[in-house]
């Protein structure tokens, strides 16, 4: 039965994981001094004005959070003969998508109160997929659900 229409938002979450790993996350705009921030899954970068990058530091944690989330979808779309364990599933893929944008936006400030910035940066199409995810990800619990209800309901009849 992968040919659910939950089975398409799970895919969908596995794809949105992607592209937050593929993708920038975050951007500071140029300071004063011309330099500029620019958060990927994967690291924290310092770029100056010609584009040269200052310094940069490892944010694993984020890919491996967003990783972590796509595996786990992908787990739970071949989870739909036992429906309790695939909402289980997807009810622990949303706390950890919850957990990478707590750990964007904790790295995000925390960069702006470093440099003292008045502007809270833009955030790219890598975070917003995330949240995206996160809406794909709640819809296929809702259509788990009702496909729970339905069986419930047959089995009431027999």
């Known amino acids: 039965m992968i040919q659910r229409v939950q089975t398409i938002f799970l895919l969908l979450v596995v794809i949105c994981m992607g592209v937050t790993i593929g993708t920038t996350l975050w ?47 992908l787990i739970s779309i071949f989870q739909y003969r036992n429906r309790a364990k695939q909402m289980m599933l997807n009810m622990v893929n949303s706390l950890i998508m ?32 995330i949240l995206a995810a996160m809406v794909c990800n709640m819809l296929a619990n809702r259509f788990i659900k009702k496909d729970e209800a339905l069986v419930r309901s047959v089995d009431r009849i027999r």
Request: charged fraction near 10%; avoid cysteine; proline fraction near 3%.
């Open 27 to 73: 951007v500071q705009g140029p300071t004063p001094e011309g330099d500029s921030w620019e958060l990927s899954a994967f690291m924290m970068s310092n770029l100056d004005a010609s584009g040269e990058m200052i310094q940069s530091s490892s944010k694993w944690y984020i890919a491996a959070l967003a990783s972590f989330a796509g595996l786990l979808a």
């Open 98 to 129: 919850v957990g990478a944008v707590v750990s964007v936006f904790l790295t995000t400030n925390g960069v702006n109160t470093a440099i003292e910035s008045t502007e809270s940066g833009s955030y790219q199409l890598g975070f917003w997929t």
